[in-house]
């Protein structure tokens, strides 16, 4: 059974500091791309963040770059998002995708008070 399990979100001031892990299983991670994504309260979920199978390419949304850094353990079977500076506008759930099979996590709260 493929799954994806986010942590490490919480309640942070503005400038803070957060780091998300997302420990994947019943598929080979260490083969596919796998994205972050974040849904503000009552919007859309956009993508945040995307990182290729060997770490060779990674992307952001504008509005994080700089702030926010993806990265993987591929021995680990995880997926991390480094976030600093966080601002009231990060506030949302943060969700792990692995797009080549549509699969995503539960998500976990991030909410960033100003």
């Known amino acids: 059974q493929m799954r994806l399990v986010e942590s490490g979100g919480g309640l942070v001031q503005s400038g803070g500091s957060l780091r998300l892990s997302c420990v994947a299983s019943?598929?080979?991670?260490?083969?596919?791309?796998m994205r972050w994504y974040h849904q503000a309260p009552g919007k859309e979920r956009e993508m945040v963040a995307g990182?290729?199978?060997?770490?060779?390419?990674?992307k952001y949304e504008d509005s994080v770059k700089g702030r926010f850094t993806i990265s993987r353990d591929n021995a680990e079977s995880t997926l991390y998002l480094q976030m600093e500076s966080l601002k009231p506008e990060d506030t949302g759930v943060y969700f792990c995708n692995a797009p080549t099979y549509r699969l995503w996590g539960r998500g976990t709260q991030v909410t960033v008070s100003s």
């Open positions: 990182i290729t199978s060997d770490s060779a390419i990674t």
């Open positions: 019943g598929f080979t991670f260490r083969t596919k791309e």
